[in-house]
């Protein structure tokens, strides 16, 4: 009996012994964290290792922290700013002109003309395909006191009729005009509309100079209509 107690008892002294060892020592990583949008990049460099506390051996448990070298963000879409072409300065295009004018305007089997009072001209517009066609300038050259229609020009039909004043004239003195509209299919109608132009500038020997540009003109009945100088067309706005 005396000989199984004192055997409990020399277990347990071992156990306690095998208890009191030295630790071993701990190494725990703790990243500073990443602002979002940056990838965390460790620098072994600038990494720094501090003891937080000491085991019973006065062993130190070091926690290693490791800088981050945040990468810069990119440029976004809202602040980028546009580079000017190579070799020049930065390009930019010059306000437009908006104002409202006086115009009249007929329509015709495959087109129609507008007469606009700032600059005394006609513009015939063609019809090519659904939207848009071919655009062309013509001074108006009627006076008054100038036969205002030709009595010996019939229509073929009461839908159709001939053109009168500035509008006649140019129809009936230009055969290609007359052949590309066709017959007039309403009255000639006189109205204020809204009107913009668009000028464009382009860089030549140095320096900027005009380069042709855009008009945009509405109808009686809201239809906007781009003229494009540098084809000598129209297209719906």
Sequence with gaps: MHRRAWLCVALI????????GPPPTQIVLVVTATP???????????????????????????????TSTPLSLPTTATSATPAPLPGTPFLTQPTPTVRQIQV????????????????????????TAEGMGAWFVYEDLFQ????????????????????????????????EVREQLGW?????????????YHPTLRFENGQFVSAPGEHVMHSLYGEGFRFIEESGSWRLN
């Design 13 to 20: 002294g071992i156990l306690v012994s095998a208890c009191q």
């Design 36 to 66: 979002e949008g940056f990838a965390a990049q460790a620098d072994p460099e600038t990494a720094t290792s501090l003891p937080v506390q000491t085991g019973q051996d006065n062993a130190p448990v070091e926690q290693a922290t490791a």
């Design 104 to 127: 009249a305007e007929q329509l015709f089997e495959r087109g129609r003309m507008f007469w606009l009072q700032p600059t005394g001209q006609i513009w015939v517009l063609v019809v």
């Design 184 to 196: 007039a299919t309403s009255d000639e109608f006189g109205f204020v509309t809204s009107y913009e």
């Design 144 to 175: 008054e006191g100038d036969l205002e229609s030709d009595p010996g020009i019939v229509p073929p039909d009461d839908t159709l009729q001939q053109p009168v004043r500035g509008f006649g004239r140019l129809w009936r003195d230009n055969s």
